[in-house]
């Protein structure tokens, strides 16, 4: 037996920690948590029983800042802090390791992965086999012919073994190709930006092809998919970067011998009695069944009760926990027992439907053949109204091969009708939004929808973005569920769902619904308690009935006029480039990051600042400094801005035009925007230009229907309205209610000037300043924003404050608030948490100041509109208007409104948005009407 057992001794920890979090397990001797220390140890002496090792040493992250830091400042940088009542768990199982005499190694500045990274190389040729317990796959660089990881699978005992065959067979790239791997797909955990929009497979194919980073930019010009290329271009530093970042460190000095490594006799007596000394007498009691020494008898009914008395934590069964992704350990469906059935014909189910209870809440949830729910056909519906039970049923599609078996969709969903459309028969969901879609092209108009478990997470923990089943059910339950990918699979092996057998999919199903309503049990009661119910029950949830409706209503575009456009665009790239060619002297290619860092800091001889790794950055943010400095940069801005709208809008909106429809139908979601803002994908509409002269060109290619017009409603300076609110500043009140010029104003303060004889130069400065100043600006941001030197920014941020004294007031306030309270809200009591406000980490802490200054306001404004658009949404339905809304952007309402009703419609949904939540000042909605959005704008 010649084999070294490296640990990372945080991974392992955490995982203890969330394996034995719902145990609640305290120190016998102290009454202080002791869940991640009774789990660490528990499962370290079963993995050495069971892995027979000769050496082991136990690794550990620093605490201090990392060296990858010098490289990346935000590397890490969004990671969450440690739960409080770990750390001092944390600490102790350091002690413990060293006083039972384990090797343990931590370096300032050095992350666990290095100092594993350069064990595995120093004594390769040492061991027979040298195992590492980690599942950052960041070692897959690492592995070796005797160098091999353990990933665990199930409680302590179940490993999957992770070689360099098994990277190739489930990643299909070699153990070498890791880091470029990695520089693609990058690695949230760590905050590695990676290539934006490339994910696992995509990466995988990359590599697979051309080898490594620089194969693939090389060959740039020779990929089909434009969209991928200006992907890759775009993000070309951040790949080189995140490759760096990714690579594990493997020459440490590190003077340590063979015999360093030794395992200690653990089950010397004095090491076994030093678990009862500590307080850890279920450890202690395993320990020495190990070592063969006799302990009294713990579970005689005896000393359990005295165990109870005293608080010591008790066993738990390590064997029935699984583990997921995430480091937690986690239920399944094999571990409980559960009623999921499969309905297999018209008579089952109606048997089955006969005996809902219409008084009780049912979680309904479809299978579908697309993402897209106006494209999606349905492939069977799930149900339940009880917890571990639901029923199936699977419909036929005519292209799977088990279609002959399966009932009519038609026939089974005009059963199902009554139901959904029965307002007294609550239905739930996850992300229901998207069944009411998908039921209502099919002929149901579902009502009754109260709760929504993505919803109400995101209520819960709005800065989160674990709001999908998956998640939650890790979260909440405790459980792991069946993937979809583990359904369907992956890659190559991928099938279509309908090709599956109906009972995999039965399964799969049914469990969605089940957790589905377990969540909803958990987070209702959550959800009562929660300062946020009214925004859950009286703007959320109806807002998913007007998102639907603007959803499925959709807008028409006109296919050859964004045809057009994208030519139009593309004449203006070759001029730019052109351009840019005659100001370097030569032509080069203007994509690749390396020829233009060679033009513009060695040839041209810019001022340089920002380094990566690759070289002087390129980036926006560079360029945009480096303006007036030379004529080539205007160009390359330019440039960048026209591929951009080439290929997120002209060169792919008419690729979303839904071929039944004739129309785009963006889909809304409520859960992304921490502000409660909404965002939209399919097209991403928030992103459109909203002043320049692109932007409205975009906006001409979105038309009315036949005998309607567009309309589009935008409120006017509503986050300084909403400011004025908030800081109750005088100045910025009175110019509100006597409809004086607020940038006009604010330029009279900062340049000291008469209002009468501000410029229109020192108005738009102004009015930079204003809308920066409720972002929390600091002097250096204005100076870029402005473009000035930092002391006159510095000074004109003096005299905004002078001038409007409640401003600051008000910054300072919620600030401070938000350090006592960890949270900051908006005036309808939408709340947003921000633990960082009181890090210790300078950067963090800063930002999310700012964070906390802005997002009331943001967060009101966001309010503001969902309700308006609630009210509007009703009076359409009360007055039976034809008109309706089809868009929201930002502050803006876009609608299209019958001819016939041009008048009244106006006037009823300006009124609407001028009221919905009324402030300190007036609210003032502006619009017009037009034949396309770009002239209604």
């Known amino acids: 037996m010649n084999r070294l057992l490296i640990i990372d001794g945080h991974a392992l920890a955490f995982r203890a920690y969330f394996a034995f979090a719902a145990s609640n397990l305290t120190n016998s001797k102290t009454g202080k948590p002791s869940g991640a220390i009774f789990g660490f140890w528990r499962m370290l002496f079963k993995l050495l029983q069971d892995e027979k090792v000769s050496h082991i040493a136990f690794t550990f992250d620093p605490g201090t800042r990392l060296h990858r830091n010098d490289l990346y400042e935000a590397y890490k940088a969004q990671r969450k802090p440690m739960p409080e009542d770990l750390k001092p768990q944390i600490k102790q199982i350091q002690e413990m390791i060293q006083a039972l005499e384990f090797p343990m190694y931590k370096m300032d500045g050095i992350e666990a992965d290095d100092i594993i990274g350069s064990l595995s190389k120093k004594f390769a040729k040492d061991f027979d086999e040298i195992v590492i317990l980690s599942s950052d796959k960041d070692l897959y660089q690492v592995l070796s012919s005797n160098v091999h990881m353990l990933r665990g699978k199930k409680g302590v005992s179940e490993f999957e073994k992770i070689d360099p065959k098994w990277v190739e067979t489930n990643i299909g790239i070699t153990k070498e190709q890791v880091t470029d791997y990695m520089g693609l797909v990058g690695d949230t955990s760590d905050n590695i930006p990676g290539v934006k929009g490339i994910g696992e497979k995509g990466a995988s194919k990359l590599i697979q092809e051309y080898g490594n980073l620089e194969g693939i930019y090389k060959n740039i010009d020779n990929l089909k998919n434009k969209g991928l290329i200006d992907k890759l271009v775009a993000d070309k530093e951040n790949a080189f970067l995140s490759r760096k ?62 165990k109870k008395k005293k608080g010591e934590e008790e066993e738990a069964p390590v064997e029935e926990i699984v583990e997921t992704k995430d480091g937690k350990e986690l239920s399944s469906v094999k571990d409980k027992k559960v009623k999921y059935v499969r309905i297999k014909t018209i008579e089952e189910l109606k048997k089955v439907l006969n005996g809902i209870d219409i008084k009780k809440p049912i979680s309904i949830d479809t299978e579908t053949t697309s993402q897209d729910p106006m494209l999606a056909e349905i492939l069977g519906v799930s149900f339940t109204q009880k917890q571990n039970e639901a029923y199936y049923i699977a419909f036929s599609h005519s292209e799977s091969i088990y279609s002959h078996t399966l009932p009519n969709a038609e026939e089974s969903l005009k059963l199902f009708r009554p139901l959904l459309e029965n307002s007294k028969l609550v239905k739930i969901g996850q992300n229901i939004k998207y069944d009411v879609l998908v039921f209502r092209n099919y002929g149901i108009h579902v009502t009754g929808v109260t709760f929504d478990t993505m919803i109400a997470s995101y209520i819960l923990s709005p800065g989160e973005r674990r709001h999908n089943m998956d998640d939650m059910a890790v979260d909440y339950l405790s459980y792991k569920t069946i993937t979809f990918e583990e359904l369907v699979g992956s890659g190559k092996k991928k099938q279509n769902l309908y090709d599956i057998d109906p009972d995999k999919v039965s399964e799969y199903a049914c469990e969605d619904a089940d957790v589905t309503f377990q969540l909803y049990k958990i987070l209702e009661k959550k959800i009562d308690t929660e300062p946020n119910r009214s925004i859950f029950h009286e703007v959320e949830i109806p807002l998913m009935d007007v998102l639907a409706d603007m959803e499925y209503t959709g807008v028409s575009v006109e296919k050859d006029y964004f045809t057009a456009l994208s030519g139009n665009f593309e004449k203006k790239i070759a001029e730019h480039e052109k351009n840019i060619h005659f100001y370097a002297g030569r032509s080069f290619n203007v994509n690749s990051t390396k020829e233009l860092q060679v033009v513009l800091f060695e040839d041209l001889k810019l001022p340089a600042e920002k380094k990566t790794q690759t070289g002087y950055s390129t980036d926006h943010s560079v360029l945009e400094s480096l303006q007036g400095t030379h004529p080539i940069i205007d160009d390359l801005l330019a440039l960048r801005k026209f591929s951009k709208l080439k290929s997120t809008y002209t060169d792919t909106l008419p690729t979303l035009v839904n071929p039944k429809t004739n129309r785009i139908h963006t889909s809304y979601n409520q859960t992304i925007a921490a502000t409660g803002r909404l965002s939209s994908t399919n097209p991403n509409l928030q992103n459109i230009p909203i002043k320049d002269e692109e932007g409205k060109l975009l906006r001409k290619g979105f038309l009315p229907g036949k005998g309607f017009e567009i309309l589009s409603l935008d409120y006017s300076q509503i986050e300084l309205r909403i400011m004025a609110h908030f800081s109750n500043d005088e100045q910025m009140i009175d110019a509100y209610r006597s409809g004086a010029d607020i940038h006009r104003r604010t330029a009279a303060g900062i340049f000291g000037v008469k209002e009468k004889d501000v410029t229109p130069e020192m108005r738009n400065k102004a009015k930079i300043v204003n809308f920066s100043v409720i972002y929390g600006v600091t002097s250096f941001g204005l100076s870029n924003n402005l473009k000035i030197a930092r002391k006159e920014a510095k000074e004109f941020i003096e005299r905004y404050f002078a001038q409007y004294k409640g401003v600051e007031k008000y910054m300072e306030s919620i600030v401070e608030f938000c350090k006592e309270k960890g949270y900051v809200e908006t005036l309808l009591g939408r709340r947003r948490y921000l633990t960082d406000i009181n890090s210790s980490h300078r950067m963090a802490a800063e930002a999310a100041k700012r964070v906390a200054i802005n997002s009331p306001i943001q967060g009101t404004s966001a309010d503001m509109i969902k309700l308006a658009m609630l009210k509007i949404h009703e009076k359409i339905k009360k007055k039976s208007f034809k008109s309706r809304i089809i868009l929201q952007v930002h502050d803006e309402l876009v609608f299209e409104v019958d001819k016939k009703e041009k008048d009244e419609f106006f006037a009823m949904a300006k009124k609407e948005m001028e009221e919905a939540l009324p402030i300190k000042v007036p609210v003032l909605v502006e619009g017009r009407f037009g034949k396309d959005w770009g002239e209604a704008h």
């Open 245 to 306: 970042l990714a690579t594990i460190v493997t020459n440490l000095k590190l003077e340590i011998k063979k015999s360093d490594l030794k395992i200690p006799n653990y089950h010397d007596p004095a090491k076994v009695q030093y678990f009862k000394d500590e307080g850890y007498n279920v450890l202690h009691r395993d320990l020495a069944k190990q070592a063969g020494i006799e302990v009294e008898d713990s579970k005689t009914p005896a000393a359990k009760k005295a």
